[in-house]
């Protein structure tokens, strides 16, 4: 604020009053998000999504969705700052120790519909999801289908909803899921908030055990798998039919890009699902 005052030369009272009261603007800390997108992906994005939309003519769609990813959970799995308040005479201020960011951790590889989970695995020790390795992962994933899910496998009506990691999109990998029948749901690239898993599933999973300790792996994978197993199958059943056509809906509304919260608010499917050109030959 001294800077902005010294270079126009006024008071730094008057800078204040002019940005916040005048300009209407406030300091906010950024948001951090995967990636800056360009116009091409941000098309791209809306595209997709609308792509999806229009498949709900199929009214099965959504309930043939089989979706995952993987994600990393620590024997410390540090607190939320809100969840570090606590109650303090006026003039303390509480201190907790730091903890050390070596700590043990798990990686977790899981896949859901809106029913409940289809197949989870922890991977061992320093293994990261290379494509052969989750070319493994697709294989036993298909037997959990098999098993739990007989209905969608006697016509292979299922199809995949996963992120565009290298090993998810290598061509090793979709070679196998062609001859494996394995048919996918269309994701744009560095779009974690489209993705169930990753907007839901992981932060929910996580914020059951945030600020816990565990003396070791295993002890964290039971309780992970005692968790999930708790999980209401309405949880599951929100988040593919409402919460990820939402989502889609609202990437659209968004033009492609980030969108947080409610801050939102899509159109009807009819609007949504016209395209550029057809939206600017009706303005002109």
């Known amino acids: 604020m001294r800077q902005i005052a010294a270079q126009v030369d006024i008071l730094t009272g008057s800078a204040h009053q002019i940005l916040t009261d ?4 406030s300091k906010k800390a950024p948001k951090f998000i995967p990636r800056i997108l360009t116009d091409e992906q941000k098309q791209m994005h809306v595209c997709l999504c609308q792509e999806n939309l229009r498949q709900f003519d199929n009214p099965l769609f959504l309930w043939n969705i089989i979706t995952g990813d993987e994600s990393w959970f620590s024997v410390l799995e540090p607190e939320q700052k809100q969840h570090s308040l606590q109650l303090v005479p006026k003039g303390v201020r509480p201190k907790k120790a730091l903890r050390s960011r070596q700590a043990r951790k ?17 991977l061992p020790p320093k293994m990261t999801v290379t494509s052969n390795v989750y070319m493994g992962i697709l294989a036993r994933l298909r037997e959990a ?8 496998w006697k016509d292979s009506s299922f199809r995949i909803l996963h992120d565009n990691a290298p090993g998810h999109k290598a061509a090793h990998t979709a070679t196998a899921m ?13 779009s974690p908030n489209l993705a169930p898993a990753d907007f839901w599933f992981f932060p929910y999973l996580k914020s059951q055990i945030r600020g816990r300790i565990f003396a070791s792996i295993p002890e ?23 919460q ?4 889609w809906r609202k990437c659209i509304t968004a033009k492609g890009d980030y969108f947080e919260g409610n801050s939102i608010v899509p159109a009807s499917d009819s609007e949504l699902l016209e395209s550029p050109s057809e939206s600017s030959s009706d303005s002109e």
């Open 22 to 25: 005048d300009l209407q603007l």
């Open 220 to 242: 964290l994978q039971d309780e992970l798998v005692r968790l999930i197993s708790q999980m209401p199958r309405s949880l599951f059943h929100q988040a593919i039919h409402q």
């Open 244 to 247: 990820l056509p939402e989502h």
């Open 178 to 190: 062609i001859e494996t029948d394995m048919r996918e749901v269309s994701h744009p690239p560095y």
């Open 106 to 122: 798990t990686l977790m590889e899981v896949f859901f519909d809106d029913q409940g989970v289809v197949h989870l695995e922890f």
């Open 145 to 152: 289908i098999r098993c739990k899910r007989p209905v969608l």
